[in-house]
């Protein structure tokens, strides 16, 4: 079995040029700002990859703040 490895970036961009995935609703956690100092909006992630994600976080994000995102994001 071949074990392929995507980075975030790539996952999302696969998932929303998938006709049948791209209405999924997507939540990027990343902690690229931690690792790198450079942090990403959503309307900035719309921007560098075409598309925005439904919601977008930095780590660490506390569980009450990931469970209202989800809430929201559920409602839709």
Known sequence: MQILKRNGFEV???????QDLASVPVIM???????TGFKFSEKEMGQFMGSEPEAYVEKPIEPVVLRQIIKRLLKN
């Open 29 to 35: 956690l990343t902690g690229i700002a931690e690792r």
């Open 12 to 18: 999302f961009a696969e998932l929303k040029g998938d």
